[in-house]
C-alpha cells in the first residue's frame, strides 16, 4: 500500500518477511523494520542516493551492527537483575512493534510505533514524524513502568553511520573529555586501562595519538564514554557529498554520548561508527546501579525524550 500527497510519501510492505514502512519526502527517505525491534535500517539523502547508515550485507533483520534502533532496558552486554536475565542492548531491539501510520496527507508523515519489554515492566512508545518543508525526522518517545514499584533501566540511541558515509567525512561532537579505550591495528581482546581525552587526540593502547574525528584508514576498535555533556548535539558534514547530517536530542533523558567505532581491516570487513545518545556512561545495567548512574521510574511513572536527525547541505554542496 502506498499514501502519496504533495511531496510526501509511505510504503507498508513486507521486506524479508517482516512489516516495514518507508517514509519519504524530497529531501531524505527512511525505512523502518517495524516486525524486529522498529529498526531503522535505511536512511537515505535522495538528493545524492547516498545511504548514511551501516547496511548489514544479510539484510533489514541483521543489525547488530546499526543502523539505527534502541537500546532498552538494557544498553550494553547482557546480566541479571534480581533473577531476570536482560538481553544484551535490550529486548526491544528484537521485539515486534505496533505501527500505525496516523498522518500521510499535507505536510508531514506521522507514524506511531509501540512495544513492551519482557525483560523490565516497561511499555515504549514513539512517534516518527516527517515533513515536506524540511529535511528533519524528529522521534517523541514515550516510557511506562507497567509495575507497582520502582525499577531501573539503561536507555539509548544506537544510531551507526556506515561506509559509504564516513569515509571522507568529518566529524563534529560536544566539547569535553572522552573515557575509554582505542585500539589501532589488529583487534585484541584483552583488558585495557582506560584513556582520557578529546575527540581529535585521543590517546591510544600503543601510547600514540589519533584524530577520530575522521574515520581511520587502518584496522581500529575504539569504545569511548562522554562525561554529562553541556550541549545535547553532534554533526557530521562530508565536503565531496555535500552532506550535513546533524543529531539533536533531549539531554534531561540522554545526558551522555558513547562514541563507538570499528574499522575490521584496511581492506574491508565492517566499517562503522556508532555515535549514540545515552542515559548514563555506564553501558550495563547492574554496573549502572552498583556506580549510581541508572535511571529509574516508580510504578506507573511516564517519562518522555525526543531526537531529531536535520540534513542539510555542507558550505561546499
Known sequence: MTTEAAAIAVLDEIVDGDRCLHLSNERMSVSINVDHGAHVYALIDRRSGVDLLYKDPAGSREYAVGGWYELFPNAGVACEFEGRPLTAHGDVQHAVWSAEVTAAAGSEIVVTLSCVS???????????????????LRIEETITNTSARRTPYLWGQHLTFGEAFLQGALIDVPDGPLHGTVVVGAHDSAPHDPATGALASFPTVAGDVIDLRRFPDDAVHAMLFSERLAAHRYAI????????????????????????????????GIIACAIEPQASDVPVLTEALAAGRCPSLDGGEVTTAWIEFRLGETADG
Do not use: M, N, Q
Open 237 to 268: 558534514a562530508h565536503a565531496d557529498l555535500g552532506i550535513r547530517a546533524e543529531v539533536s536530542w533531549d539531554g534531561d533523558a540522554w545526558p551522555y554520548l558513547w562514541f563507538w567505532a570499528l574499522r575490521e581491516s584496511r581492506d574491508g
Open 118 to 136: 519482557a525483560d523490565l515492566p516497561f511499555a515504549l512508545s514513539k512517534t516518527l514524524t516527517l515533513s515536506t518543508d524540511a529535511a528533519v
